[in-house]
Every structure is written in C-alpha cells, then in structure tokens.
C-alpha cells in the first residue's frame, strides 16, 4: 500500500548515501508548504584523507540580511576513518522561501512571510566533503509535514 501524501500528512522518512564525498549530495529536497523536521543524521567515515571534514549545510534564505539561496553551515563533521559522527539535536526548515524582504527579519509580517513559503526556491539539507578522497556514509531521519 502506497503513503498517502496529500495536505495534513505527516511522514516519518529516511534515506541513505553510500561514499559521498566532494559532490554536493542532497539529503533533503525543500517542497512548498512543507516543512521538515530533521531528527538525526548519522556520517560514518568510510574514507579520510589528512583532515578533510565533511560539510553539513542548508542552502535557503537568510532572514538576517534578506538574502535568496544562502549556504549556512550546520556542522563540520571531522571523524577519523572508521568512526561515527551523529547530529541529533532536532531543527526544523521550510521547503521554500518566502516571498523577499528588504533587510533582516524584524517583525511579524516578515514572519508570516516566512511561513507562507511564497517564492519559487527550494530549500535544500546537503552534505560534502573537501575532496573526493574523503567519504562518509549517511543516514538521515526526518518528518516531512505537507501544509499545502
């Protein structure tokens, strides 16, 4: 039997990515009008090289300058070859960004602005490394919730 998907869902998810290293993986692809509430990550060092890390980062809006498609890091994940790295505070992102504002966020229209997912850019979780001589095995686990 498929998941049923449609408005007022609520998903528990995963997926996995053997050897990801210097080309950009995408671990979650934003959706408008949801939102995704990461629960764990789990980077496994298959392969490291010197002390190349691995690059936890959300490519998304940045209501502090008001600014589309930024990198903001999450994590520089440094395990040696052979050891585990788990994230498992929770945070949660929207699938879209809002609609633009001027300058940072600094009131509740900017908020709702937020919240309403009203542009046409996807928000994304992705994970790297500094080189193709570094590698981890990824796990991530999140709720996707479908708002539209």
């Excluded at 998810?13 to 080309?23: I, M």
């Excluded at 959300?58 to 788990?86: K, N, P, R």
């Excluded at 602005?113 to 796990?139: E, H």
Aim: aromatic fraction near 10%; proline fraction near 1%.
């Amino acid at each position: 039997m498929a998941i049923v998907r449609s408005a007022g869902t609520e998903i528990i998810r995963s997926a996995h990515f053997e050897d990801v290293d210097d080309t950009v993986q995408i671990l979650i692809q934003g959706v408008q009008h949801h939102i995704y509430t990461v629960l764990s990550i789990i980077c496994y060092c298959a392969a490291r090289s010197g002390t190349e890390a691995g690059y936890l980062s959300l490519v998304g809006y940045d209501s502090h300058a008001g600014t589309t498609a930024q990198t903001i890091a999450l994590a520089d994940v440094s395990a040696s070859a052979g050891e585990t790295f788990v994230w498992d505070n929770k945070f949660s992102f929207n699938g879209y960004e809002p609609t633009d504002f001027t300058g940072q966020m600094n009131g509740a229209d900017d908020q709702d602005a937020i919240a309403d997912q009203g542009s046409s850019v996807a928000q994304i979780l992705r994970f790297a490394t500094a080189s193709s001589s570094t590698k981890y095995d990824i796990t991530v686990t999140f709720i996707d919730q479908n708002n539209s």
